[in-house]
């Protein structure tokens, strides 16, 4: 694959004796814009045109502002950042398994991924398209920097997930989707603390998905309301990572805020 993206603010984490993941911020190296490529060229081509006896000519041009024929909409930002993280999360598997030695191939064809030879169980996560505030055309750049992160996990062990969140999870979907008894205890919650432990929810909810592989709302649906005070007391606190003392399913919950990941392993 060729390297057109840049991983950066990597982290390396071994969970258990079998279990390892990593994240990293994703960016693309930077390029001229439309705009500045098309003056570039019209400036080269203009002195290129300057004889020795009529330097005259470089002021004489008729110079305009170019603009771009046409601006790129949110969706395609959108599908752009998509394409990045994609990418991404590739380059970051191949990364860890450099770090570990291991010299492999994912299966791409089934659900959980593996690895062909060692049969690794692998699981990613990206922070998906940076399209919310970006319902206006924009022109002559990509806003794919500051919300591009990625995640990956590897276990030898069984079936793993993880989940990365740069944004919190809309109010009105929680109360869709979540139990009532996390419901409850969410909004007895300051909104602060209510943003981030519905979001933890959510990260614990998807990971398991991702483990199971339950449908959306089936995920969704499950009721993890006894981790929530440990959940709540995990917000209160400096650490760089917080595993949480209760087992789900013979499987650990653990919390790198800083990297806003939870993974389940």
């Given at each position: 694959m060729t390297?057109s993206i840049?991983l950066t603010?990597v ?5 258990d004796p079998?279990t390892w993941?990593m ?7 930077q390029?001229?814009?439309?705009f500045?490529l098309l003056?570039a060229n019209d400036?080269?081509q203009s ?5 020795p006896?009529?330097t ?19 969706r ?15 380059l970051?598997?191949q990364?860890?398994?450099d770090q570990?030695h291991i010299?492999?191939?994912l299966d ?8 062909i030879n060692?049969?690794y169980?692998?699981c990613?996560s990206?922070?998906?398209?940076n ?7 924009i022109?002559?750049?990509?806003d ?9 996990i590897?276990?030898r062990?069984?079936?793993v ?10 109010w009105h979907?929680?109360k869709?989707?979540?139990p ?6 969410l909004?007895?919650l300051p909104t602060?603390e209510r943003?981030?432990?519905a ?7 998807e990971?398991h998905?991702?483990i199971?592989?339950?449908t959306?709302?089936?995920?969704l649906a ?5 981790l929530?005070a440990?959940?709540?007391s995990s ?15 013979d ?5 790198f805020p800083n ?7």
């Amino acid at each position: 694959m060729t390297q057109s993206i840049l991983l950066t603010q990597v982290n390396y984490t071994q969970l258990d004796p079998s279990t390892w993941c990593m994240t990293a911020q994703v960016s693309e190296p930077q390029r001229l814009s439309g705009f500045q490529l098309l003056i570039a060229n019209d400036l080269w081509q203009s002195i290129n045109a300057i004889s020795p006896t009529n330097t005259s000519n470089l002021n004489s041009r008729d110079w305009q502002q170019y603009q771009p024929a046409t601006a790129l909409s949110a969706r395609n930002i959108a599908h752009h950042q998509r394409q990045i993280q994609r990418k991404g999360v590739r380059l970051l598997l191949q990364s860890l398994l450099d770090q570990l030695h291991i010299h492999d191939i994912l299966d791409e064809t089934a659900f959980p991924y593996r690895l062909i030879n060692s049969k690794y169980y692998v699981c990613f996560s990206h922070t998906g398209a940076n399209s919310k505030n970006n319902t206006k055309h924009i022109a002559h750049t990509f806003d794919t920097q500051s919300n591009n992160k990625v995640a990956v996990i590897l276990s030898r062990h069984h079936p793993v997930g993880i989940d990365i969140e740069a944004t919190n999870v809309a109010w009105h979907v929680v109360k869709r989707f979540y139990p009532d008894s996390e419901i409850a205890i969410l909004q007895s919650l300051p909104t602060t603390e209510r943003n981030l432990v519905a979001k933890l929810l959510w990260q614990i909810k998807e990971s398991h998905i991702k483990i199971h592989q339950y449908t959306l709302a089936q995920g969704l649906a499950v009721d993890y309301s006894h981790l929530m005070a440990d959940l709540i007391s995990s917000i209160k606190t400096d650490r760089t990572s917080t595993t949480l003392p209760y087992r789900v399913a013979d499987y650990q919950v653990i919390i790198f805020p800083n990297q806003q990941t939870v993974a389940v392993f």
